[in-house]
């Protein structure tokens, strides 16, 4: 037997396998400071409330971070679990930002499909779903309403079974 004709044990959900208004959650993640340095360095989003502690005309107190950065926490918690092998492409993203998120926080987040609608090719479908992000104090910190493109479920023959080794 090869490797490859062992199972998978971390794949994503087929679209098949989605149900509208079904609710799930992710993992907690704190944001750390070395987060913070890391993702203004390499996005360049070195914009002064975010490399300046004790900027003086900060609106938000604190240690605040890029709302793209908690976006991508979540997706990175997402493309682990739920769209690992089966997410195809990123056809849209609606985000709004609800609260602050600074350095320290923890966040989380729930996810609701709201639409899965097969595509001509029977084997993929376009999925939109609700993702609501929230701190350690379960207050509402993003939103965000994504389409993508998902995998279906591969046609099983009698053959593509689970086998004794």
């Given at each position: 037997m090869t490797d490859k004709n062992l199972p998978l044990i971390?794949?994503?959900?087929?679209?098949?396998?989605?149900r509208l208004g079904a609710l799930g959650r992710t993992f907690r993640r704190t944001v750390t400071e070395s987060d913070l340095v890391n993702f203004i360095s390499v996005t360049g989003m070195l914009e002064a409330i975010f490399?300046?502690?004790?900027?003086?005309d900060a609106a938000i107190p604190g240690r605040v971070v890029p709302a793209?950065?908690?976006?991508?926490?979540?997706?990175?918690?997402?493309?682990?679990?739920?769209?690992q092998g089966t997410g195809l492409a990123l056809l849209e993203v609606a985000t709004k930002a609800h609260g602050p998120v600074r350095v320290g926080d923890s966040v989380w987040a729930t996810i609701n499909t709201l639409?899965?609608?097969p595509t001509s090719k029977h084997d993929r479908a376009i999925v939109t779903s609700d993702v609501k992000?929230?701190?350690?104090r379960d207050e509402l910190v993003l939103g965000y309403v994504v389409k993508r493109l998902m995998a279906g479920r591969p046609e099983i023959t009698a053959d593509d079974g689970l086998r004794a080794v």
């Open positions: 971390a794949r994503g959900l087929y679209w098949q396998e989605l490399i300046d502690v004790e900027y003086p793209a950065l908690t976006q991508g926490f979540i997706e990175g918690m997402l493309f682990q679990t739920i769209i639409e899965v609608k992000v929230f701190n350690q």
